[in-house]
């Protein structure tokens, strides 16, 4: 199978900047998709922003012209620059990966990494 680490959550105050990192591993054979989603208390998880393996990009408009995704392909790690963070921003932002990996033959797989808070706050 395929795991998902995620990393670069935390603490900042409104304004504030964060970079999340996300890094795919197992017997991998290629990644078509890669994305972040958030999931604030009481509410559905939402799609952050979205990437494919040619670097077409999708966001939430709510986080347009405020975050950046990107990837490295070569490192099968996925990025999230959150910029001028707002308290509304506060969730769990999990990782999610689509592609395929060997496992005797190829096989598709749909993975989440395990979720890194961000809480926007003074």
């Known amino acids: 199978q395929v795991q998902l680490v995620e990393s670069g959550g935390g603490l900042v105050q409104p304004g504030g900047s964060l970079r999340l990192s996300c890094a795919a591993s197992g017997s991998i054979a290629s990644i078509n998709a890669m994305g972040w989603y958030r999931q604030a208390p009481g509410k559905q998880r939402e799609l952050v922003a979205a990437i494919t393996s040619g670097g077409s990009t999708n966001y939430a408009d709510s986080v347009k012209g405020r975050f950046t995704i990107s990837r490295d392909n070569a490192k099968n790690t996925v990025y999230l620059q959150m910029n001028s963070l707002q308290p509304e921003d506060t969730a769990v932002y999990y990782c999610?990966?689509?592609?395929?990996?060997?496992?005797?033959?190829?096989?598709?797989?749909?993975?989440w990494g395990q979720g890194t808070q961000v809480t926007v706050s003074s």
């Open positions: 999610n990966a689509e592609g395929r990996y060997y496992s005797g033959y190829l096989r598709h797989f749909l993975s």
